[in-house]
Structure formats: structure tokens, C-alpha cells
């Protein structure tokens, strides 16, 4: 099999692909409801969401250096050792996600009231979240299924499970943020259980999937004796930087939209509006850059070192083309993907100009992310956390400076992603053309 084949890497991206869009088909089935409750809903679902996603990216983290280590033993064809990664990968990931659980559980009251100046959206994010954190134990889990996967390049299963939570999920918005099908009207806490509902499926459908079609016996699956802290250091060494890179990299975005509830619920409503959609819009590119990194690991792993840096600018190229025709589409047509979302005509308005700047800024963001992955694909996960780190303080001080000192529209503070994903792009560029990536071993 040509590895690095176009056929080959669509193969891999598309489940890739569409286990992304049902990932965020569950925010933007949230976005879309709670934008036809009421404002408040929508601009309180934001801040809730982004506070689950920055924890959840902590366990993302390490299911990324599970991954990286399962596509260098593939690329070696050490399938023994696949599952002594997804065993004890699977173990970590567990008992992360009841530390973190725990942790919410006790004290996510005081966090919020910490940060939120509006008593409404106070009261609404507790709401959702109140729920919403159950959703850990089922998601920690399932993203360790997705790192075998994507490690071993079989990635059709995530096809299915993409379909399955993005069906799950959407039944049970419908039916219990509104009251249908017989359920009660639970408003914002619906569409928590809803999310908790479609994570609980999706690991079920994983899970037995795992159990009657994969070879376990080859890859050693499930096969666990007890626990392996030597594979389990392995992987938090590579894991480790990009787990705070992420939390780092999410918990900045969370600020962002804690600096505009400070602009007010309306801008904090639009902002919910731009930042679903440019999830939705980055999935191509971000699923095009998980099969960069994997790829590039396994690269690594044959001996094809060589072949790394042309076969990432290869991938630039085909990102770029990959992306456009969504970049033109929503540039010109903003307020039918507004309308989605809500029906009120002021709201529609407003939020134009902050959509122009997502499609923009959503094609520096997708070669940025296949740059970035392709770092952390060599193993030299430090330098990734080293790039994001120095990034996230000039990303920070622009919104602060946008949105508190100096306060300007909606659409001005959403620039700072152009900052981000340009410096990004270009330190981690250099780096795979400068860097000592080639002599790193794991």
C-alpha cells in the first residue's frame, strides 16, 4: 500500500472526517436549538461548551500521544504492542476522566461565578454543565478508540460512529430541549443529557464493535494483565506537551468568550453563532491534518524521513483546494447559515460580519493545523507545547486589548484567530525545515 498515495489519504481523512462533524454536530445541534430558545440560551451554551471542551482536550491530549506512538509501532508492524498503548491508554484515560468529573462536580459553581458577570448566564451555564460533565466518562473513552484507529490507519469503523452520535444526538435535542416525543421540556439541560446520551451510544457501538470484528488477539486488545507504567510513560513523554498545549490553546479560547460576556449577552450570542460555525468549517482541514500527523508518524517509523517535509507540502496544497470552496460559499452567503441558528432579524444582521471573517480565517486556520500537526507527528511534541505556548501570548494580548482596554466591534475582536494561525504556521514551518526533528526517537 502506497501510504502516502491521494486514494490512501482520503481513505483515512473522510471517517476522520465525519467523526469530527459528529462531534461537533453535537454543538452545532445545541447552537442551533438553544438559538431558537432565547439569546440568553445561546450565548450561556458558549461559554458551558467551551469550558467542557477545554477539559475534555486534556484527555484529547493524550489519546494524541497514544496515537503518534500506535502509528510509529504500526509503521514498524509491532501489533503486539498496539494494545499495550490502547489498554493502558484506556485505563489512564478512565481514571482521568473521574478526577476531572470529580473535580467539576465540586467546584464548577464557583468557577463560573468567578468568571461570569451576568446573573442569567450564570445561572444557564450551570444548567447545561450540571449534566453535561457526565458526558467525560463516555468521551475520555471514546477518543482512546479513535487514537487506535487513526494510529493503525483503519479508520471506516469511525464512519458509523460518527452517524451514530450524530443521529443520537439530534433525536434527543429535538425531543427533550423542546418537550416532543413525549418527553418533558428541559430547556439548556436537555441539551446536556442529549450530549451525555449520544457519548454513552457512540462507546457502546465502539466498544462491541472492537470486541467482534477486530483481530484482538493480534493487537493484543483487552488483553490486560495489569498495568504497564512504563507504556503509560511513554506515552504521557509524547503526550504530556500537547495535553497542555491543548488545555492551554482551548482555556484561551474559553477566555475569549469571557472577555466578550463582557461586551454584553448580544455579542456573546453572535460570537456562540461565529464560533459553531468555524468548528463546523474547520473539520476538513483538521481532519486532513490528524491523518497528516499519523501519516508523518508512520513515515517516521518505515525509515522515510526523507519523504516527510515534500509529503507535508503536498498536503498544504490539497488543504488549501480542500477548503476554498467552503471559504467562498459562506463569505457570500453568511445570513442563510445565520438562519440556522436563530430567526431574529437583528441578530442575523449583527452577526454578518463576524461569519466574513470565520471564512477567512478558517483557511489560514487548516494549513496552520496540518503545520502543526505535522510537528507533533515527528514526536517532538515539546516543540509543538514551546510553539503554542509563544503564540497564545500574543493571541491573548490582542483580545484583551480588542474586547477590554480599547473595546471594538464583535468582528474586530474574531481577527485574533488571523494572528494565531499565521504565527503558528510560519514557527512551526520553520521548525520542520530547520529542526532536529529527524534524529528524535520514541
Same mark, same amino acid.
Given at each position: 500500500?502506497?501510504?502516502?498515495?491521494?486514494?490512501?489519504?482520503?481513505?483515512?481523512?473522510?471517517?476522520?472526517?465525519?467523526?469530527?462533524?459528529? @462531534?461537533?454536530?453535537?454543538?452545532?445541534?445545541?447552537?442551533? %436549538?438553544?438559538?431558537?430558545?432565547?439569546?440568553?440560551?445561546?450565548?450561556?451554551?458558549?461559554?458551558?461548551?467551551?469550558?467542557?471542551?477545554?477539559?475534555?482536550?486534556?484527555?484529547?491530549?493524550?489519546?494524541?500521544?497514544?496515537?503518534?506512538?500506535?502509528?510509529?509501532?504500526?509503521?514498524?508492524?509491532?501489533?503486539?504492542?498496539?494494545?499495550?498503548?490502547?489498554?493502558?491508554?484506556?485505563?489512564?484515560?478512565?481514571?482521568?476522566?473521574?478526577?476531572?468529573?470529580?473535580?467539576?462536580?465540586?467546584?464548577?459553581?464557583?468557577?463560573?461565578?468567578?468568571?461570569?458577570?451576568?446573573?442569567?448566564?450564570?445561572?444557564?451555564?450551570?444548567?447545561?454543565?450540571?449534566?453535561?460533565?457526565?458526558?467525560?466518562?463516555?468521551? %475520555?473513552?471514546?477518543?482512546?478508540?479513535?487514537?487506535?484507529?487513526?494510529?493503525?490507519?483503519?479508520?471506516?469503523?469511525?464512519?458509523?460512529?460518527?452517524?451514530?452520535?450524530?443521529?443520537?444526538?439530534?433525536? !434527543?435535542?429535538?425531543?427533550?430541549?423542546?418537550?416532543?416525543?413525549?418527553?418533558?421540556?428541559?430547556?439548556?439541560?436537555?441539551?446536556?443529557?442529549?450530549?451525555?446520551?449520544?457519548?454513552?451510544?457512540?462507546?457502546?457501538?465502539?466498544?462491541?464493535?472492537?470486541?467482534?470484528?477486530?483481530?484482538?488477539?493480534?493487537?493484543?486488545?483487552?488483553?490486560?494483565?495489569?498495568? =504497564?507504567?512504563?507504556?503509560?510513560? @511513554?506515552?504521557?513523554?509524547?503526550?504530556? !506537551?500537547?495535553?497542555?498545549?491543548?488545555?492551554?490553546?482551548?482555556?484561551?479560547?474559553?477566555?475569549?468568550?469571557? !472577555?466578550?460576556?463582557?461586551?454584553?449577552?448580544?455579542?456573546?450570542?453572535?460570537?456562540?453563532?461565529?464560533?459553531?460555525?468555524?468548528?463546523?468549517?474547520?473539520?476538513?482541514?483538521?481532519?486532513?491534518?490528524?491523518?497528516?500527523?499519523?501519516?508523518?508518524?508512520?513515515?517516521?517509523?518505515?525509515?522515510?524521513?526523507?519523504?516527510?517535509?515534500?509529503?507535508?507540502?503536498?498536503?498544504?496544497?490539497?488543504?488549501?483546494?480542500?477548503?476554498?470552496?467552503?471559504?467562498? %460559499?459562506?463569505?457570500?452567503?453568511?445570513?442563510?447559515?445565520? @438562519?440556522?441558528?436563530? =430567526? =431574529?432579524?437583528?441578530?442575523?444582521?449583527?452577526?454578518?460580519?463576524?461569519?466574513?471573517?470565520?471564512?477567512?480565517?478558517?483557511?489560514?486556520?487548516?494549513?496552520?493545523?496540518?503545520? !502543526?500537526?505535522?510537528?507533533?507527528?515527528?514526536?517532538?511534541?515539546?516543540?509543538?507545547?514551546?510553539?503554542?505556548?509563544?503564540?497564545?501570548? %500574543?493571541?491573548?494580548?490582542?483580545?484583551?486589548?480588542?474586547?477590554?482596554?480599547?473595546?471594538?466591534?464583535?468582528?474586530?475582536?474574531?481577527?485574533?484567530?488571523?494572528?494565531?494561525?499565521?504565527?503558528?504556521?510560519?514557527?512551526?514551518?520553520?521548525?520542520?525545515?530547520?529542526?532536529?526533528? @529527524?534524529?528524535?526517537?520514541?
Amino acid at each position: 500500500m502506497n501510504l502516502i498515495s491521494n486514494k490512501n489519504i482520503f481513505n483515512i481523512a473522510y471517517p476522520v472526517c465525519l467523526t469530527l462533524i459528529a @462531534q461537533n454536530i453535537i454543538n452545532v445541534t445545541d447552537t442551533a %436549538f438553544l438559538g431558537h430558545l432565547n439569546e440568553t440560551a445561546l450565548g450561556a451554551s458558549a461559554i458551558a461548551g467551551m469550558f467542557y471542551i477545554a477539559v475534555y482536550i486534556v484527555g484529547f491530549g493524550f489519546s494524541q500521544g497514544a496515537q503518534i506512538l500506535t502509528g510509529r509501532r504500526n509503521g514498524e508492524k509491532d501489533y503486539a504492542k498496539i494494545g499495550l498503548i490502547f489498554n493502558n491508554g484506556l485505563f489512564f484515560n478512565f481514571v482521568l476522566s473521574i478526577i476531572i468529573f470529580t473535580f467539576s462536580y465540586f467546584y464548577i459553581s464557583q468557577i463560573t461565578r468567578f468568571l461570569v458577570t451576568s446573573d442569567d448566564i450564570y445561572n444557564a451555564v450551570l444548567e447545561y454543565l450540571d449534566w453535561r460533565i457526565y458526558g467525560f466518562f463516555f468521551a %475520555f473513552l471514546n477518543i482512546m478508540f479513535r487514537s487506535l484507529y487513526v494510529g493503525i490507519t483503519k479508520t471506516r469503523v469511525l464512519t458509523a460512529s460518527a452517524l451514530i452520535t450524530s443521529v443520537t444526538n439530534v433525536f !434527543f435535542d429535538y425531543a427533550m430541549i423542546f418537550g416532543n416525543c413525549g418527553f418533558p421540556e428541559l430547556g439548556i439541560a436537555g441539551a446536556a443529557i442529549a450530549s451525555v446520551i449520544a457519548e454513552g451510544v457512540t462507546f457502546l457501538f465502539l466498544l462491541i464493535y472492537t470486541l467482534l470484528k477486530m483481530d484482538t488477539k493480534r493487537y493484543m486488545l483487552f488483553y490486560f494483565s495489569k498495568i =504497564d507504567w512504563k507504556i503509560i510513560k @511513554q506515552m504521557l513523554n509524547l503526550s504530556i !506537551f500537547i495535553m497542555f498545549q491543548f488545555f492551554i490553546s482551548t482555556s484561551t479560547w474559553f477566555l475569549f468568550f469571557i !472577555f466578550i460576556e463582557r461586551m454584553g449577552e448580544r455579542p456573546l450570542a453572535i460570537t456562540n453563532i461565529g464560533r459553531s460555525l468555524y468548528m463546523l468549517l474547520m473539520i476538513p482541514g483538521i481532519a486532513l491534518s490528524t491523518t497528516i500527523s499519523t501519516i508523518v508518524s508512520n513515515l517516521i517509523g518505515e525509515g522515510r524521513k526523507n519523504e516527510v517535509l515534500p509529503f507535508i507540502n503536498r498536503m498544504i496544497k490539497i488543504t488549501l483546494i480542500a477548503v476554498a470552496p467552503f471559504m467562498i %460559499f459562506t463569505f457570500i452567503m453568511p445570513e442563510l447559515i445565520i @438562519q440556522i441558528y436563530t =430567526d =431574529d432579524i437583528d441578530l442575523i444582521k449583527a452577526s454578518v460580519p463576524v461569519i466574513k471573517v470565520v471564512s477567512i480565517a478558517m483557511t489560514f486556520c487548516a494549513v496552520g493545523n496540518v503545520i !502543526f500537526n505535522s510537528v507533533s507527528g515527528t514526536g517532538n511534541t515539546r516543540t509543538a507545547f514551546l510553539i503554542e505556548f509563544v503564540t497564545m501570548f %500574543f493571541y491573548i494580548s490582542y483580545i484583551y486589548y480588542t474586547a477590554i482596554l480599547h473595546p471594538c466591534t464583535t468582528a474586530v475582536v474574531w481577527l485574533s484567530e488571523f494572528v494565531y494561525w499565521i504565527l503558528i504556521g510560519i514557527s512551526g514551518y520553520y521548525y520542520l525545515k530547520k529542526g532536529n526533528w @529527524q534524529k528524535k526517537e520514541i
